[in-house]
């Protein structure tokens, strides 16, 4: 018998969203979230419709636009959005396309062979994500224009003057009430567009950012254009790592009406770093076309190894075959399957065997009409599996030494009472000292503390089992409770099955050195431990800059406005002479006692922490190879065009 006083379930009580409505009520099933991933997500869908028309061979540039009110357009000259009647739905085909799910060009095969895009839900869902959006066609010798708002049409499809051009001009302007963040980050917009460049040879691409000035008065922007392709690409992906062959080996192909490119070049580097892409979309998780090249890669090298008896005393894994291996993988697909409806990973079976094929054609030629080269990545492969053993056999013996003694956590660390990984986190602190300090304030139900001594291994630069075999670093293993292990190919995988705090901060002085040691730290969480990072438990604390003081009334800042604003407004609380104001420079934690260090930095209530991110992993590889790596003059480059945001002690 029903409870009377449960609410009743009758037809009325089933929601059937119509046209939109389903965009607007769960925009992360359409778009993966709506943080800056997501908001940038609406960026790629409306690119997405113009790089198609040029893989249609109808478009020959993109324009990008950011605008002051953080309205974004984008400008190309394709076919233009037909504008004609749409016989089924009885009106243009261009209010169609803006407004209808899963309406476009992209289901007719004769229209675009292959696209990406979300399959006719992007542009209308960008348009249903938006409080404003305008689409102009320049079509027919004539500008044809409507305005929508949250998807629904202000106004009819009409002609608004005359054009001897075609093309498309999207402008849109995110729902704030849809989105945390609307402001749209020039860096991470730039570095794609840099990536498409390479992805479509000979396409012209251009950014324009109308809220940032040059010092001449112009707006900031860039235009990239490439004519090397994925071979261009990987040594741009390269630049601050030593090369083992003089370029890198470039495949093409095509089967069964899919096309292959593939570009590899291998380094001095310990790291493996392949990109892949399928329809211009970045497949972040890989699937079957990294399968392929993977296979190929493997069969390959060990045939000629066997062949050239180039193996006697090792066994090489899967994994041995590809470290300093630098590639991308870009496959152009006419029906992909993807696995989530951000396309994170290939599903078509049919793809793991074209890919296998087309690049085992071109390295089995390389490898035998170029021996010298070939001898130079066989002879890698064999200290990569040598090296392999010995880093097997230093994990076991931390771990072994773990079992040994009982708990196996370090000596110095202080653990917090809570055995709850989802309230636990870990301040990893730089030096002894601060340590201490920080020992003194936290809290203890929740807190844990371990300091780290100066500055750990740089492992961008160390042979895997020197890594386990430092101590810092085998303290942070043990502390965390992961461990790297090995599956049936040989890959080593990260457990984190019993991992002890889901949050791992970093708290560095904030000067040089303890930058320095932040950027040490992150290189090993994003080389080792990059699921922390991705899964989002890695931060970075943020202590005070500044204690500004007046009297008994005194304020912490973050940063010089808060310091201009606090020595303003308590100089003028005081006597209204900012002389009579005293301001302290924080430059080490150990300046500040337990109770200050807590308030500022520790207290849940009151600090800041920053959340480390992966946006773009094929930038965050190149960024952190490039600081961490052997190569001067990339990094010379680098801080010359970012000294300016720096702040940088004496």
């Known amino acids: 018998m029903s409870n009377p006083n449960t609410p009743s379930y009758e037809a009325s009580n089933i929601q059937a969203l119509e046209g939109l409505e389903a965009v607007r009520m769960r925009p992360g099933m359409y778009i993966g979230s709506t943080d800056l991933k997501g908001l940038h997500h609406l960026v790629w869908e409306v ?25 974004l357009t984008v400008i190309d000259d394709g076919r233009g959005i037909p504008v004609g009647q749409h016989e089924k739905l009885q009106k243009s085909a261009l209010e169609v ?63 608004v003057g005359k054009s001897d051009k075609t093309g498309t001009t999207i402008t849109f302007h995110p729902d704030p009430t849809i989105f945390s963040n609307i402001e749209f980050k020039y860096e991470a917009l ?75 070049q291998y380094n001095t580097s310990f790291s493996e770093n392949i990109y892949s892409f399928v329809n211009n979309i970045n497949t972040r998780e890989g699937g079957t076309h990294v399968n392929g090249f993977k296979m190929a890669v493997s069969r390959l090298l060990k045939k000629y190894g066997d062949d050239n008896n180039l193996f006697k005393k090792i066994k090489p894994s899967s994994e041995d075959f590809r470290e300093g291996l630098t590639a991308v993988v870009s496959v152009k697909v006419p029906e992909p399957q993807f696995k989530g409806q951000t396309k994170g990973e290939l599903g078509n079976s049919e793809v793991t065997g074209i890919v296998s094929r087309c690049v085992g054609d071109i390295l089995g030629h390389y490898l035998e009409e170029n021996p010298r080269e070939a001898k130079r990545i066989v002879d890698k492969v064999v ?116 991992l002890r705090y889901h949050k791992v901060i970093i708290m560095c002085d904030a000067d040089v050195d303890g930058s320095h040691i932040v950027t040490l730290i992150l290189t090993f969480f994003f080389r080792f431990m990059r699921p922390l990072v991705e899964q989002g438990y890695i931060y970075i604390a943020a202590p005070p800059l500044y204690l500004i003081k007046a009297g008994k009334k005194f304020q912490y800042c973050w940063n010089e406005e808060e310091r201009k604003e606090a020595v303003a407004r308590l100089a003028k609380a005081k006597d209204g002479k900012e002389g009579s104001v005293k301001i302290q420079r924080y430059k080490g934690l150990g300046e500040m006692n337990a109770g200050q260090l807590w308030e500022t930095t520790m207290d849940p209530d009151t600090r800041f922490l920053h959340r480390v991110s992966i946006e773009d992993a094929l930038e965050a590889d190149r960024i952190f190879s490039m600081l961490m790596g052997d190569e001067v003059p990339p990094r010379r480059a680098f801080i010359e065009k970012n000294a300016r945001y720096a702040n940088v002690d004496a």
């Open 47 to 71: 690119v997405d419709n113009s790089i198609d028309e040029h893989l249609a061979g109808h478009c020959t540039q993109i324009d990008l636009i950011i605008h002051p009110d953080n309205k």
């Open 97 to 159: 396309v803006m407004t209808v799910l899963h309406a476009g060009g992209k289901f007719d095969k004769d229209t675009y062979k292959v696209s990406g895009g979300l399959h006719g839900v992007g542009v209308s869902c960008v348009n249903a994500l938006s409080d404003f959006m305008k689409a102009e066609v320049h079509r027919e010798g004539k500008i044809w224009s409507q305005e929508y708002s949250k998807g629904i049409p202000q106004t009819e499809v009409a002609a």
């Open 190 to 264: 730039s570095n794609r567009l840099k990536e498409l460049s390479f992805l479509n040879r000979g396409l012209k691409l251009t950014i324009t950012d109308e809220r940032q000035k040059n010092t001449d008065g112009t707006f900031v922007s860039e235009e990239f254009i490439s004519e090397g392709g994925l071979a261009e690409f990987v040594k741009y992906l390269d630049e601050s790592r030593t090369p083992l062959i003089e370029k890198p080996i470039f495949v093409t192909g095509k089967e069964e009406h899919v096309e292959v490119e593939v570009a590899l």
């Open 383 to 498: 200290l990569a599996a040598t090296a392999r053993q010995a880093a097997r056999k230093a994990r076991e013996m931390v771990q072994r030494k773990n079992v040994l003694t009982g708990s196996g956590l370090p000596g110095k660390l202080a653990d917090c009472a809570s055995k709850d990984p989802k309230e636990c986190e870990i301040y990893l602190v730089e030096g002894d000292s601060a340590g201490g300090t920080a020992k003194q304030g936290r809290d203890r139900h929740f807190q844990a503390i371990m300091p780290l001594r100066g500055k750990i291994l740089n492992v961008e630069k160390a042979l895997e089992h020197k890594i386990y075999e430092n101590e810092e670093i085998k303290n942070i293993f043990t502390a965390l409770g992961v461990s790297i292990e090995e599956n049936n190919e040989g890959e080593r995988i990260l457990n984190t099955q019993k």
